[in-house]
């Protein structure tokens, strides 16, 4: 009879008949009286999402203090009520640290050291084991079920301290979870999603994580299966940092285990992507995603924003209403409308459902920073300041928040405090073109020019390396350009430029500028030719009329003092032939002339042709 009701309640599950799983489990629970049987009956509760009951299940046959699984099923019923104080009480304020191994090759390391002895044994220098074999040994004595029901708990703390807005507390809480059951992805997911890790923390602590407990037999499976959860997991790191890293971990999921479609896998690529400033690519890795997933709403951050950059109005048009007709509790469905109008200028309307979005999920990095462009979109510094500065302390982990802040001081001409927020961005990421484009703004106006020099060529550099779009840093070019003329670096500077122009920066200020640095080259009648470009693109341009009138001067008096010149050389040459033929004459008359009267002649001839030259003069 016991086989037969845990069959029946097994297939009302699979077919998601809740209420045969609890009448059918309740049954068997008086039969058995077993906790596996109320511990069953507790979890169908709690997936219908009757919590309460459950929690009140849980405490009535006095479920919580027996074993693991319980008490982290009676905290999480806590949580889903969102009585977060309630759940801390159940789950402790502490961390089982002592189930953290390190990595296996570590493990291995320190297995085979012999005679590493501590202060304290009968030889009077240790009992002959490091401190980690006790903690490996340790866990070995724990159930495996257990352990991860350890992890759960330590990731729901997270949650806790997370809802409290303590994120320290947090980070180290979800770090403990993977470092314990490095397969506790949640713990995992959250440290990513929430930003709360910088990119060189990301990347040191996937190498501290043990992938090889996934599998205890040590054989080439289990050695597959820990490069396998490696690889899932380096996809999800920053996109800032080791690009050939990920890029090595996804060809290898996408060729030998055929998940080259796979959504996650296609977002990560956008993500790179995205970063690289290759917009119209990761759209196109975006709309394959959500042609096969339309709601999936873990795409839709990095989809809305690849739609504005290409200003793709009418499609945010459609997408945000769909949305909002078919989610309207989603808060990526209010970024999406507030995308939409933020994209037409409509600040009012798009900070009010930014807002909202916000408020929907306090945690949604892509609705705060929104917010915040719409203050900065309007010229609003100090309100876009505090906006970015409750970003940056809702995640710590991501550099943009910093960067921001940095941009609107820099706007506002506050130098110092500029400096400030973009040297903390540039501690938490130094391979960001953009934040080294704007330490290099800043370097320029404080008359820092060879470290803004450095700045910008770094920039282009990593941008290069990357292999991110040229067009997306023609401003970076441009400003290395100016701190080359700034330098009297004309060359340099004049090359810059020029290489603005090939790349389709087609502005007014850059032909002005290329004419202002060809005139301190001396060539006057090309800086002419660049300033009459500047003036077709902009005719109005104030600076480009002044730079042509002083090119155009400069250019005539070079032209003017040329063509005086060869006047006067065709005018010497005239008079030389004119004295030429009088000498001849002159000659041929004294040739008649008899004895010594031939003299005298030539000395009278001589005068006269003095003469004559004087009168010519």
Request: proline share 3%; aromatic share 8%.
């Amino acid at each position: 009879m016991q086989q037969l009701l845990k069959d029946w309640r097994q297939d009302a599950m699979r077919k998601h008949q809740y209420e045969s799983a609890i009448y059918i489990g309740d049954k068997l629970l008086a039969i058995t009286n077993d906790d596996n049987d109320a511990l069953f009956l507790a979890q169908v509760h709690f997936s219908t999402g009757n919590y309460t009951r459950a929690q009140s299940f849980l405490e009535k046959h006095n479920l919580i203090g027996r074993n693991t699984s319980c008490q982290y099923l009676a905290a999480h019923c806590q949580i889903r009520q969102g009585k977060y104080e309630e759940a801390l009480s159940i789950l402790g304020d502490k961390n089982p640290t002592h189930l953290i191994i390190s990595p296996s090759k570590a493990r291995r390391k320190l297995q085979h050291t012999n005679g590493t002895l501590r202060p304290g044994n009968k030889h009077g220098k240790g009992n002959g084991k490091p401190d980690r074999i006790e903690r490996s040994e340790e866990r070995d004595r724990e159930n495996l079920s257990d352990i991860k029901y350890e992890a759960g708990m330590c990731y729901l703390r997270g949650i806790c301290y997370a809802k409290q807005n303590a994120f320290d507390r947090a980070k180290e809480c979800y770090k403990d979870a993977v470092r314990i059951d490095v397969q506790c992805f949640e713990a995992f997911d959250q440290l990513m999603k929430n930003s709360l890790m910088s990119p060189d923390e990301e990347w040191a602590f996937l190498e501290s994580l043990d992938f090889d407990s996934i599998s205890n037999e040590n054989n080439d499976i289990s050695q597959e299966a820990a490069q396998f959860a490696k690889m899932l997991y380096t996809t999800r790191l920053s996109k800032y940092k080791n690009p050939i890293d990920f890029n090595h971990a996804s060809e290898t999921l996408s060729t030998h285990y055929n998940l080259a479609t796979n959504p996650d896998l296609l977002l990560s690529k956008a993500e790179l992507l995205f970063t690289q400033c290759r917009f119209k690519q990761a759209l196109a890795l975006t709309n394959s995603t959500l042609d096969t997933d339309e709601y999936n709403f873990s795409i839709y951050p990095i989809h809305l924003a690849c739609l504005h950059e290409l200003a793709q109005t009418n499609t945010l048009f459609l997408l945000s209403h769909r949305l909002a007709d078919l989610h309207p509790d989603e808060p990526a469905t209010w970024l999406a409308v507030g995308v939409y109008y933020l994209s037409i200028s409509q600040i009012a309307e798009a900070r009010r459902f930014f807002s909202k979005a916000s408020m929907m999920d306090p945690h949604f990095g892509p609705a705060w920073i929104g917010f915040a462009h719409t203050f900065a979109a309007e010229g609003e510094h100090d309100q876009a300041i505090s906006a970015y500065s409750t970003a940056a302390r809702l995640f710590q982990g991501t550099h943009l928040p910093q960067l921001f802040l940095g941009m609107q001081n820099l706007q506002l001409n506050n130098m110092t405090l500029a400096h400030e927020y973009l040297n903390a961005a540039h501690a938490l990421c130094s391979t960001d073109p953009l934040l080294l484009n704007e330490l290099g703004v800043v370097f320029y106006h404080l008359d820092h020019l060879a470290d803004a020099i450095a700045m910008f060529n770094n920039a282009l550099t990593i941008a290069a390396d990357i292999d991110s779009d040229p067009r997306a840093w023609i401003a970076t070019r441009a400003n290395l350009g100016h701190a080359y003329r700034r330098q009297r670096q004309w060359d340099l500077a004049l090359q810059e430029f020029e290489e603005v122009l090939r790349q389709g920066g087609r502005d007014a200020g850059i032909f002005c500028t290329k004419g202002l640095v060809l005139l301190e080259m001396g060539r006057s009648w090309e800086a002419v030719c660049a300033l009459h470009e500047a003036l077709a693109v902009g005719p109005q341009d104030p600076v480009a009329t002044d730079l042509l009138g002083r090119a155009l001067e400069e250019n005539a008096s070079l032209q003017g003092w040329g063509n005086s010149m060869e006047g006067e050389d065709e005018e010497d040459r005239q008079f030389d032939s004119f004295i030429g033929a009088r000498q001849g004459d002159a000659r041929r008359r004294n040739t008649k002339g008899k004895g010594k009267s031939r003299g005298r002649m030539s000395e009278v001839a001589e005068d006269s042709m003095m003469i004559m030259s004087d009168e010519e003069e």
